[in-house]
């Protein structure tokens, strides 16, 4: 069987089926199927490989954190954290803007997801500013634009993906760590940009916290902070692997929520259970689907043939990261987050690795790149539940958006480019 047919033949069958409007999962195993049929492989493989796939210990770490961000999203949660960043930030010029970063940056050390990041912040902030006199388009896009430090900032479940993605052999603990030096890089370089625009269209600042009421909304903000705190501080310790960390998380979720505060009452922990396994049903059969895919990948030796390709470009590690940043957010636009994760992995690692990069680095680099493609159209998915929420067009959330996305491009190019700032942590605690 000629090798360049069968690349074409899974090319070409996964691109139609994509624009035949299939879901990704289904793309993936269609067209691997497709594949294995016309090289002749036993189709037991398949199922085998699918199984394969989901036969991993760490694969338990998603169903627990995705539980554990549903919990303290269906909650109060997300207006604790939101108090708890006016008290830090609000007082400055345009403060709102800035108390949305650093409200989307403490819910992402929680939910660990953009999008809940967006639909739960985005409902109390995106009002908020809009009856303090922001512009709703702005409230948008500064929103939007906050929700996608979720990706970055640990424990984000995408990168378990990524680890799971690579083989299993890069470790969690150190991701997480490689994530908050970036996280804060982004969440700063996002302040700065909203400060800036907010003296450029004449905002405000907003109304002082009462002194009286600090020390309540300090409390309630740090107790809810100390799920991420029982996640990474579990992880990093080395007292307890991921996925009991996730399980201690979702229990203190569950405690804080429905017996501290009372916010919602204990019937609605059966919506909350029914949302997550629709979720992990979802990212199990998606991670399943790639694991044929890239099985396919590697028996038609693809990724060694990128390599080679690549290096046979430029022997220059700056101008094949460029192209490899330019490839993941123009593929980030039609695609979602999940699939490129598992798809790519297996792909660029190789050519990364060849060129010396860290594993651990390149995920962050990954995470932050197709993070950027939640944002841009026609997928989007970020841009398209904040417009919702702001009931604003997608042109206008987009083009209110631009500025944030223009600043993340250039925190993307340093993380590349200055390792450094990426490994510190990871490497201090080895």
């Not at 690349?7 to 299939?22: A, G, K, P, W, Y």
């Not at 760490?58 to 997300?78: D, R």
């Not at 303090?132 to 979720?150: L, N």
């Amino acid at each position: 069987m000629d090798p360049t047919i069968a690349i074409l033949i899974l090319c070409i069958s996964f691109t139609l089926l994509i624009v035949l409007r299939f879901p990704i999962s289904l793309a993936l195993a269609g067209s691997s199927l497709l594949t294995l049929l016309y090289l002749k492989v036993p189709l037991a493989t398949v199922g085998q490989t699918m199984i394969q796939g989901m036969n991993s210990y760490s694969l338990l770490t998603i169903p627990f954190f995705i539980l554990a961000g549903q919990i303290m999203s269906e909650g109060q949660m997300a207006l604790r954290l939101i108090n708890l960043a006016q008290v830090l930030v609000g007082g400055i010029r345009g403060g709102l803007a800035m108390v949305n970063c650093v409200a989307c940056m403490f819910f992402g050390n929680i939910s660990g997801s953009a999008i809940a990041d967006v639909s739960s912040i985005g409902s109390v902030m995106i009002p908020m500013m809009k009856k303090k006199g922001y512009d709703t388009d702005y409230a948008v896009g500064v929103t939007v634009s906050a929700a996608i430090q979720g990706v970055v900032v640990p424990p984000s479940h995408n990168l378990v993906l990524y680890s799971l993605a690579a083989g299993g052999g890069i470790s969690i603990a150190s991701l997480f760590l490689a994530g908050i030096v970036p996280g804060l890089i982004l969440c700063v370089s996002l302040m700065v940009t909203s400060y800036i625009i907010a003296i450029k269209r004449g905002y405000t600042k907003s109304e002082a916290v009462p002194m009286r009421d600090i020390p309540k909304i300090v409390r309630d903000g740090l107790l809810s902070l100390l799920t991420a705190v029982i996640i990474l501080g579990g992880i990093f310790t080395g007292w307890f692997t991921a996925t009991e960390s996730g399980a201690l998380a979702c229990l203190y979720a569950f405690i804080l929520t429905f017996l501290v505060y009372r916010d919602i009452p204990l019937s609605r922990m059966w919506v909350i259970l029914k949302r997550t396994f629709r979720t992990v049903a979802m990212v199990l059969f998606l991670i399943a689907a790639s694991a044929t895919f890239s099985y396919v990948l590697a028996f038609l030796k693809v990724p060694g043939m990128l390599t080679d390709w690549m290096l046979g470009i430029t022997d220059s590690p700056i101008v094949i990261l460029l192209i490899i940043n330019v490839l993941l957010l123009l593929l980030g636009a039609p695609m979602d987050m999940a699939p490129l994760i598992l798809i790519m992995t297996p792909i660029l690692l190789p050519v990364v690795t060849a060129l010396g990069m860290d594993p651990v680095h390149f995920g962050i680099i990954m995470m932050l790149n197709l993070g950027m493609g939640l944002l841009t159209p026609p997928v989007g998915t970020v841009l398209f539940v904040g417009s919702a929420i702001g009931n604003i067009s997608i042109s206008e959330g987009t083009k209110a958006m631009m500025p944030f996305f223009y600043v993340m491009c250039v925190v993307l190019m340093i993380l590349t480019y200055i390792p450094g700032l990426v490994m510190w942590l990871p490497n201090l605690m080895k």
